[in-house]
């Protein structure tokens, strides 16, 4: 059996043809278009990268090693595979595509747009943010015009608020370093996707996003193995 067998794959038509997105665990996603594999925040933990394809692109939100994991990068990396990732990704791994908060640019003929992704509320013990302001990114990429935002580490932040047109986002729901229910419910009111999957979500039940988003008719959402 091929090995992404074994993991649950939702299939979204679009324009340039059809987009499969393959649930890897916590905040690791295969998607595929084109031909291509796009990997995002491949973690050992969830999977055995050697056995799945090779990356034609790997994106990276932040340097956490749950979300950068060298041992599965190395796993998937061909000489061809690009990287886009932060700033300070960039100071472990080299050879990637850095994008900072705000900045877009086409790679494979993909429009990525990297967007803020922190925290307000939930900080250490020393009073810093367990994500602070301008560090790591969440990326929203568009696929023939149907366009994915996957979060990152985040809280609901303000920016969430100029999202437009989201068909598919990811947002993360693990405590103490994400959010709530209740602010992944609020995040989504604020941009309104079509389709919702709670990711990176641990020990949270999924069943209380559920039901806090059950009379919001045009948010549909899925919840998978992603935890």
């Known amino acids: 059996m091929n090995a992404l067998e074994s993991f649950e794959t939702d299939r979204f038509p679009t324009s340039a043809g059809e987009l499969a997105i393959t649930f890897l665990g916590h905040g690791s996603l295969l998607l595929t ?12 933990r969830v999977a055995d990268y050697t056995k799945f394809p090779k990356a034609d692109l790997v994106l990276v939100t932040h340097e956490h090693r749950d979300h950068l994991d060298p ?14 990732l932060t700033e300070a990704c960039a100071r472990e791994i080299r050879g990637g595509i850095v994008l900072r908060n705000g900045e877009s640019r086409t790679v ?8 803020p992704a922190y925290n307000i509320q939930h900080k250490r013990e020393s009073g810093e943010p367990f994500h602070p302001r301008g560090v790591g990114n969440g990326y929203v990429l568009d696929f023939g015009g149907t366009r994915v935002y996957v979060a990152g580490d985040t809280e ?8 437009q047109d989201i ?9 103490p370093y994400t959010m709530t ?17 709670p990711y990176h979500y641990g020990n949270t039940d999924a069943n209380e996003l559920v039901n806090l988003l059950k009379d919001e008719k045009d948010i549909e959402v899925r919840v998978r193995r992603l935890a």
């Open 33 to 44: 278009f084109g031909g291509k594999y796009i990997y995002v925040d491949p973690f050992s």
């Open 108 to 115: 494979m003929g993909i429009p990525i747009q990297a967007v």
């Open 156 to 163: 609901n932040i303000p920016e969430m608020n100029e999202l």
């Open 71 to 84: 041992q599965a990068l190395a796993a998937i990396r061909s000489d061809s595979t690009l990287l886009v």
């Open 181 to 197: 229910p209740a602010m992944v419910a609020a995040a989504a009111r604020a941009f309104r996707p079509r389709i919702l999957y």
């Open 167 to 175: 068909a598919i986002a990811f947002l993360p729901m693990n405590l």
